[in-house]
């Protein structure tokens, strides 16, 4: 195929698919205290199923000895020729009525998050993967079940959209002293587009503007891409090349990730 119908057909295939997300209970974060986030869960206590990616033919061998957020084994749940990886975690731990605690708790979810990302990343490298929020979590294995054959073709279309492509962050700065200010905005938006032609796909995240701190500066451009691995090379060569041209611009490339950006919007 050539390769701008497929990148015709990957931004179709992400825009009919990540409007949708699951039903119900989806992405609601909930935890108690940090202390007891990192607790393994009690098997005599009230569970639910913590879900982190969904994937396709994905053998058990390549979860061996993979923990959780809870420190729970994690394992998978197949239907319809697709695995959610999952874990189950202490309700009272990881339930929806400590969502105002997690929320208050930044130790908390940069821990849990830590975990989460651990536990898809480990996934990731058997194969392509769609991540899940954190804290995504649903009562049961057979809820899990029925959700998987509901959205088997979104789901399908997004792994093979996915398969042998990474997500790579970039963050374009510029230093507020210098005489590039006033088209840095402009200039920034050149970049992103030349990125944008290497990626098949891309988001634009807001640009924070102002960043304090010892050495000030201003964000111009925040971006997340899709791109084939194979090009992952030429792309980060393309971010140093590009903000080279201007003295006053820095640039932040961060990467390969799971495809965190494209999965759910």
């Not at 997500?167 to 840095?184: L, N, Q, R």
Request: proline content about 6%; glycine content about 8%.
């Amino acid at each position: 195929m050539p390769a701008a119908e497929e990148e015709a057909r990957v931004k179709n295939v992400l825009r009919s698919t990540t409007r949708k997300g699951w039903p119900g209970r989806l992405a609601r974060p909930g935890f108690r205290r940090a202390a007891a986030a990192v607790a393994p869960a009690d098997p005599a206590a009230s569970q639910v199923v913590w879900v982190y990616a969904v994937t396709a033919d994905l053998g058990a061998e390549h979860l061996s000895g993979l923990t959780g957020v809870a420190g729970e084994p994690v394992r998978v749940v197949t239907e319809a020729g697709l695995g959610a990886v999952v874990g189950s975690v202490d309700q009272a731990v990881f339930g929806e009525e400590s969502l105002t605690s997690l929320l208050t708790d930044l130790a908390t979810v940069e821990m849990v998050g830590r975990a989460h990302h651990q536990v898809i990343a480990s996934t990731a490298s058997a194969g392509p993967v769609v991540p899940l929020r954190l804290a995504t979590t649903y009562p049961d294995d057979a809820t899990i079940r029925m959700l998987l054959a509901e959205r088997r073709v979104e789901l399908t279309e997004m792994l093979q959209v996915f398969a042998g492509r990474q997500e790579w962050g970039v963050k374009v700065y510029v230093e507020p002293w210098s005489d590039a200010g006033v088209a840095a905005e402009a200039c920034a938006e050149e970049i992103g587009e030349a990125l944008s032609a290497i990626a098949v796909a891309t988001r634009r995240h807001p640009a924070a503007g102002l960043l304090p701190g010892e050495k000030a500066r201003w964000m111009v451009l925040n971006g997340a891409y899709l791109l084939s691995a194979e090009r992952a090379a030429e792309f980060a060569e393309t971010v140093q090349a590009l903000t080279a041209e201007h003295d006053a611009f820095r640039a932040d490339l961060t990467g390969p990730w799971p495809p965190y950006s494209f999965a759910d919007r």
